[in-house]
């Protein structure tokens, strides 16, 4: 009867062992997922903490990009005014009859024509450079030649993966494919 409860409780100890090692093997199993769960949220927050500094350079870069238009806008056409009303009319040439030459009307309508004339052209460009310049890059790989193979090599040679305003680089060969070429 001794025999029978040894071999019983031996029996059951061994299970319980064998479920023991299995709750430890899951416990691993559970801490090495929850440290993966724990890394790609890190990852992701990392990924949205990179986007979220760019969002935030890209808008402080136009919020100052703005005020330095503001600022421009505001004092370039005061001290024009001041520099304007600076002149002094009196020592222009006069006619014979005392009347002089240039009166306010007609430095007036020059100086202020020619103003507007030159300042509007500059102002457009200013207010719309992003568009511009996005549309020159792309008009540019329209209309620029395809690179032959000696030059696409040539640029691979300083070490660049793409060439200027972004046209990737087809393919690298070397000296010997390029004679085969030829």
């Not at 421009?72 to 040439?93: D, G, H, Q, V, Y």
């Not at 240039?102 to 507007?116: A, D, E, N, P, Q």
């Not at 102002?123 to 549309?135: D, E, F, G, H, Q």
Request: with cysteine; charged share 20%.
């Amino acid at each position: 009867m001794a025999s029978i409860v040894r071999r019983a409780y031996s029996k059951h100890h061994r299970e319980v062992e064998k479920l023991r090692q299995q709750a430890n093997c899951t416990c691993d199993a559970l801490l090495c997922l929850v440290d993966l769960k724990l890394k790609e949220v890190n990852a992701f927050e990392a990924s949205l903490s990179s986007q979220q500094q760019e969002n935030t350079a890209r808008q402080a870069e136009e919020t100052s990009r703005k005020e330095q238009t503001f600022m421009t806008f505001t004092t370039l056409p005061l001290s024009f005014m001041a520099a304007f009303f600076a002149i002094n009319f009196e020592k222009f040439p006069k006619n014979s009859d005392g009347s002089s030459h240039l009166t306010l009307g007609w430095v007036s309508k020059y100086l202020f024509g020619i103003s507007v004339a030159v300042s509007l052209p500059f102002i457009v460009l200013a207010l719309n450079l992003a568009r511009l310049s996005a549309w020159f890059a792309v008009a540019w790989m329209l209309i620029r030649p395809p690179l032959s193979p000696a030059k696409q090599l040539a640029w691979s040679g300083f070490g660049l993966s793409q060439l200027p305003l972004g046209a990737p680089i087809l393919q690298v060969r070397t000296n010997e494919e390029l004679k085969k070429m030829k």
